[in-house]
């Protein structure tokens, strides 16, 4: 008899780590998110976010450590957890051919939505994110707000339980991106779980109730939003200070 | 539950809808009837194996010949669209496996995906499945032993395929593995001329052995019913599928960043190797000299121009061999087969520098139109880089001749030279038109697949020729008036007539690609739908 899954956080992440030859991109990183939680991961550039992001979406085995989402571990279980799992990766893993309807009734049927749903809630959601103006027009021809939109549209037709996404908000303008927060917002309401990387962190201060930073594969910090501004801190005070990139001045006198 | 599986086919149906349906109509149709033509051929073949399998009175001579055309199927389906260096269609894993699909399903579609490598064969199996059956002395059930056959065929490429991606993921034994390769492809040419060595008789006359595949389904398919080539027949099919298999698994956990980080350091490079980089800079002035500085270490840092400077002397070498030894001491191509084999170098190299100067480093290409550069110095770099490496590759293939003892002087060198220089002059002024009309997304990691647009590949079939004109009429001249002198007089005219070319094409491109910047942008920014063609 298989366990109950319910009551499981919907991310477990313990002692990861992910190496690329000698070097360690995630090193030994270990994180819970609860169920109903939206998350903000955060980091400097090059820190591990899309690597580990990389690995709970299943594209990068980890080197060593266990993932477990929606309390089924990876990959072992992936099949089954990757069904309830919505996904707004970086821009390579959209298919620049197809127009936006064709991509998300593509990725509707990819989770084993019938045809007629999949192409019924395509036309719904491309109307949703207002993408449905020029229906000819290509991923590829997409703006990079356009494109995340898509993406975005696309997690959502299958009506997932956990939402793992990869700098949602780039190149969104602010109708556009205040559309995708308040849809996310009211999917957390719902119950689901958000997991996302950012570098806006205005965007991730106002949405998230938990945040970790991540700094050369370490863990530098995870807390409660509610805790980082009952201190007299922003969250990029916050950030600069742990990852430790403070710097006075630019340091270069020619410019 | 196949609803997945028939999606990835939709939507790579709907991929190569939405390619055509928005290019040129004339590209669409010169596409068709290469395809009409080249298939059509593959369909007479399968015709004619058609019309002899039919024939009661030929089954001896189809028991001699099936085994050979067997094997001819397997080995045509297994390494020629690896030595065409066209892979076919087959599954882009990475965008896929975030999806809940079953590991089965990706593997039933990228083995139906392998038949796009080998439709020339499954037209001949088809004529000769036709022609058995129509054969009275065939029993009915003779053909479909042909269908574990192809089986096998697809399953074993599926697992070739999936071997071979991974090894060519891994740095440096990327480019060993596909000289390997390419040496093999030459292999053939070279036996004709040293023939077999004695060593290798003994695994040829293996090749006979009665329960190798092509021998066990020919047998079968003409009625043979033993009960031993029943289960060789399936125990060569089950490890074909098992082999696939296995290789597709390997596949799908295969971590490709991961393996291109095992041979990287993060080791400086080392000071003479930067000297040698900067070199460039030190011959032209800037914006030129740091645009040509930086050309070079893009293209010697190109897997992908790595293995095709690399064919230029090895490969170019064997493949010229029994051809230009086949004539006596005196024949014309053995007596200028340095030339030969740097011209076709340079037809090589053209496919990874000049006739696609832009899609090879596309993620560049916007910076050409946004630094305060003159496109014209753009040009220019990218054409004295490809000179540089035409000269070194002239280098390299005189130098391999003289190590293995062919017959070099210096003015067969110099020869050698004087002709590479007139027709690059030629080629590098087509590929720049070429490279402004038909830009086209390439990969430079991948170490094979055309980087040329394919109306451009067919406009070559007229363009080199006509740039190779000059050179042979240079020849024409030696030969009518039996001088070095009017050889030489008549490259010396050519290059004059190739500068003036040059500069006229030059502009022309320039002025091309003030006008089409947006398109150029465009074409060069293209991705590729789940499946990679």
Known sequence: ?255 | MWIQARAILWAQWRTLVNFYSRGRLGALIFAILISVLWYGLAAVGGFACAVLASDPKRVPLIHRAGPGLLMFVLFYWQIVPILLTSTGASLDLRRLIVYPIRHAQLFGVEVLLRITTGIEMLLVMAGCAIGLWINPRIPWWGPFVFLPWIGLNLTLSAGLKGLLGRLLARRRIREIAILLLVLLAALPQLLLITGLPVSAKPIVSRLDGPYLPWNVVTRLALGGSDLLSWIALAAWTAAAFTFGWWQFHRDLRFDAEAARAQSHTDEPPSDWLDWLYRIPSRLAPDPIGALFEKEVRFLSRAPRFRIVFLMGFTFSLIIWLPIAFRGGEDSFLRSNYLTLVTLYSLMLLGEVSFWNNLGFDRSAVQNYFVFPVRFTHVLIAKNLTCLLFVLLEIAAVATVCALVGMPITLARVLEALAVALVLTLFLVAVGNLGSVYFPRPADPKQSWRNASASRFQALLLVVHPLCAAPVVLAYLARYAFESQAAFYGVLGVSVLVGVAFYWVSLETAVDAAARRTEDIVTALSQGEGPVAA
């Not at chain 1, 270990?30 to 109903?36: E, I, K, L, W, Y």
């Not at chain 1, 099949?79 to 996904?87: M, P, T």
């Not at chain 1, 742990?242 to 006075?248: H, L, Y």
Request: charged share 25%; hydrophobic share 45%; with cysteine.
């Open chain 1, 1 to 255: 008899m298989l366990p109950s899954t319910e009551d499981s956080p919907a991310i477990r992440v313990s002692h990861l780590i992910k190496l690329y030859g000698d070097k360690a991109a995630v090193d030994g990183l270990s994180f819970t998110v609860p169920r109903g939680c939206f998350f903000g991961f955060l980091g400097p550039n090059g820190a591990g976010k899309t690597t580990t992001i990389k690995m709970l979406m299943g594209i990068a085995p980890p080197t060593s450590g266990s993932i477990e989402l929606l309390g089924l571990p990876i990959p072992a279980r992936a099949e089954n957890v990757k069904a309830r799992i919505g996904l707004v990766p970086d821009e390579s893993l959209l298919f620049d051919h197809l127009t936006g309807l064709e991509f998300v009734e593509f990725v509707g049927r990819m989770y084993g939505l019938d045809r007629a749903v999949a192409a019924g809630r395509s036309r719904e959601l491309l109307a949703l994110f207002e993408l449905d103006g020029s229906p000819r027009k290509l991923i590829g021809e997409y703006s990079k707000g356009m494109r995340k939109r898509a993406a975005m549209a696309a997690a959502l037709i299958h009506r997932p339980q956990l939402f793992l996404m990869d700098e949602p908000f780039e190149g969104v303008d602010a109708v556009g991106a205040r559309l995708m927060k308040e849809i996310l917002l009211d999917q957390v309401r719902q119950g689901a779980t958000i997991f996302l990387t950012s570098h806006v962190l205005e965007v991730v201060e106002r949405l998230c109730t938990r945040v970790a930073i991540i700094s050369h594969g370490h863990l530098v910090m995870e807390a409660d939003m509610a805790d980082v501004r009952s201190g007299s801190e922003t969250l990029e005070d916050a950030f600069v200070r742990v990852v430790g990139a403070e710097r006075s001045g630019n340091g270069l006198d020619w410019l």
